[in-house]
């Protein structure tokens, strides 16, 4: 696992222990990739770290922001696996805006995500899914799924719990979410889970570097990092690709439930937002026709 910061790495991954890490999956109308933009431009996350993104379709971007209130105190591009953290909440985005390449799944899931998500010790992880409608197989009109090893707990939280799929098994989700929950949930599965041994002396010498930073538990052996058990929660939502700025507020709400934090009156949406969907109202009329 490659993990980049601004600053003492050791002491960024330290401020993750003990935090909720949302991890929205690239997925239909890039709707969990709305959600996370909601979450840290309303929540205030700052950005903190970026991870490998060899796995991933290259991407760059310049940093987005709210309109009339730039903040001119992060990097001057944004990268594809890019991580935000508000201490205060105690809550981490690792916003991820580019998709797998095509025969990397598991291998990205399982020697990036996972050993970034145990070695940094979150208590809880949210994965967000989107899905096609147009595939939906029940028919009791639910809109969301939800799956979580703490399933009562997480579903009391929501209010549209009636409109709520509680699903026991991850592979119901996806074979994504399938993959990911398994190698959170039994990192026995494989070496590649488990931070190695370059890993551990990286760690090792960063500490000598910077000894005056807080020591990461187990740093000493190639043991998984992780030391408590992970709560995992996994919300989907079937929604029709298109216009999907809607389906990420409402899905945003949900999120906010799930994390009991209080809801906005209103949403602030950052700038990247403009026009991402055109920006013209559309053409009606004999002037205004299909040609114009």
């Not at 601004?6 to 991890?23: A, H, M, Q, W």
């Not at 985005?93 to 970034?116: A, E």
Request: glycine content about 4%.
């Amino acid at each position: 696992m490659a993990f980049h910061s601004r600053t003492n790495p050791i002491e960024v991954l330290n401020s993750f222990k003990g935090s909720t890490l949302v991890l929205p999956i690239v997925s239909i109308g890039n709707v969990p990739q709305f959600t996370a933009d909601l979450l840290i431009h309303n929540l205030n996350l700052k950005s903190v770290a970026w991870l490998d993104d060899s796995l991933v379709h290259p991407f760059v971007s310049p940093v987005d922001y709210v309109e009339g209130n730039p903040d001119t105190s992060i990097q001057d591009f944004s990268t594809s696996l890019e991580v935000y953290h508000n201490k205060d909440l105690k809550l981490a985005i690792l916003q991820q805006r580019s998709p797998v390449l095509p025969g990397y799944t598991t291998q990205f899931y399982q020697q990036v995500i996972v050993p970034f998500i145990n070695t940094s010790g979150f208590s809880k992880v949210l994965v967000l899914q989107s899905k096609d409608s147009a595939f939906k197989e029940q028919s009791d009109g639910s809109l969301y799924e939800l799956y979580s090893n703490d399933l009562a707990a997480n579903l009391s939280r929501l209010t549209v719990e009636e409109q709520t799929t509680k699903l026991k098994d991850p592979k119901e989700l996806s074979p994504i979410i399938e993959i990911l929950v398994n190698s959170l949930k039994n990192p026995e599965l494989g070496l590649e889970m488990k931070p190695t041994p370059s890993c551990v002396n990286l760690l090792k010498l960063l500490e000598t570097e910077f000894p005056h930073t807080v020591t990461l538990p187990a740093v000493s052996s190639s043991a998984n990092l992780q030391q408590e058990p992970i709560k995992i929660v996994v919300l989907s939502i079937y929604v029709y690709e298109g216009d999907n700025i809607s389906d990420a507020q409402v899905f945003a709400q949900r999120v906010y439930e799930l994390l009991q934090i209080p809801q906005p009156a209103t949403w602030v949406e950052p700038v990247s937002w403009k026009g991402v969907y055109g920006s013209r109202d559309i053409p009606v009329g004999m002037e205004g026709g299909i040609y114009s």
